[in-house]
């Protein structure tokens, strides 16, 4: 029999019911001892007696009640992260104190296990981010696979809390940098589109895609939710690309991708949402734009302020380019140097 748990509905997990929420995290319970737990109020959210149906919010504790050792799942496997891994994840750090560690995640590597994910993440290689700690770092917020920048993680359980409620209650500044198809018109603006969830197929949901709703639908769509992203056009090659800065104001599952395939100009390389074996040369609507261009996804979490778990002083950290990236805005003859690393602070454009 396992003990009592408290879970933190990390950010991905979130805009969906607690039986599906509940089920990723343990396999085996079966729907009717899911719902039987709800009702005898053995599950909780945030001290609350909740329903199956009940949809979780990130950052939300969920109670988890002892379960037999026939539901709980088995202990994770500890992996010994080898030298070269450590190496390779202590080369992403682009920030460490005792409290909080920042990386510049490469493109590629996932933020956590999964369905075809393998051993090889952050969350699997924190291992060898101890430093002189005794604690191994917490992930509390993530970043898609294929994205680059900016992740960070807590060294203390304190600092982790402390993160974990600024990200819920969206106490930070959040910057990407992303090449698109095509040129947005106007070229800065707000996108609010709702977003709603389309099934995966399998067991654990892969495959789930998000689907762009009208704000005038929203409230008449089961399951959507409000999204609004902050876009800004900072360099364009003609009218074949441009190089945009995003905000995504709110913090939904794939919502810069979804949002700007919604308006026409897919994140450059995203096959999920732009049409992976689509063109784009100005004259079309795809996310490859051919040549020389990588066929990665262009998108890179530049730049994170938030709030010191300790200290209460802002920290701002910036994480440089990925080698795709990099090679594009050489291409297009693009310098980071000629833009400001907050152009919504400014008149741009």
């Known amino acids: 029999?396992?003990?009592?748990q408290t879970l933190t509905v990390e950010e991905g997990d979130g805009d969906q019911r607690l039986d599906r929420w509940f089920k990723r995290q343990f396999p085996l319970i079966s729907q009717g001892r899911l719902e039987k737990m709800c009702r005898k109020g053995e599950i909780r959210v945030e001290g609350g007696r909740v329903k199956?149906?009940?949809?979780l919010e990130v950052g939300q504790q969920v109670r988890i009640p002892p379960l037999p050792d026939s539901e709980a799942p088995p202990p994770p496997k500890r992996t010994r992260v080898t030298e070269a891994d450590a190496k390779f994840i202590r080369s992403c750090v682009i920030y460490r104190d005792d409290h909080v560690i920042a990386l510049n995640k490469p493109p590629g590597l996932p933020v956590q296990g999964g369905s075809g994910q393998g051993?090889?993440?952050?969350?699997?290689l924190a291992e060898a981010l101890m430093f002189d700690l005794d604690e191994r770092p917490r992930l509390v917020h993530r970043l898609d696979k294929d994205t680059s920048g900016v992740l960070l993680l807590a060294r203390t359980r304190e600092a982790a809390k402390a993160l974990t409620a600024n990200f819920?209650?969206?106490e930070t500044r959040k910057i990407y940098w992303a090449v698109v198809?095509?040129?947005p018109q106007p070229r800065n603006g707000?996108?609010?589109?709702?977003?709603v969830k389309a099934g995966g197929h399998g067991a654990?949901?892969?495959g789930e895609k998000m689907i762009a709703v009208h704000p005038r639908d929203i409230d008449s769509t089961e399951g959507a939710k409000r999204a609004l992203t902050d876009y800004a056009t900072l360099e364009q090659a003609g009218s074949r690309c441009c190089w945009m800065a995003l905000i995504p104001v709110t913090g939904r599952t794939h919502q810069l991708r979804a949002h700007m395939a919604e308006i026409g100009h897919p994140i450059v390389g995203d096959g999920?949402?732009?049409g992976s074996g689509q063109e784009n040369l100005g004259d079309g609507w795809g996310a490859q734009l051919g040549g020389e261009i990588s066929k990665k996804l262009h998108l890179h979490a530049r730049s994170l302020k938030i709030e010191h778990p300790a200290t209460k002083a802002i920290l701002s950290l910036v994480a440089p380019l990925p080698e795709h990236m990099t090679r594009t805005w050489q291409t297009f003859q693009w310098s980071p140097a000629d833009v400001p690393e907050d152009p919504f602070e400014e008149d741009w454009g």
């Open 181 to 183: 198809a095509g040129v």
């Open 204 to 206: 654990r949901g892969e």
């Open 190 to 195: 707000t996108i609010k589109f709702g977003l």
């Open 52 to 55: 199956a149906s009940t949809r």
């Open 168 to 170: 819920r209650h969206r």
């Open 119 to 124: 051993d090889r993440h952050v969350d699997a």
């Open 272 to 274: 999920k949402y732009g």
């Open 1 to 4: 029999m396992s003990r009592v």
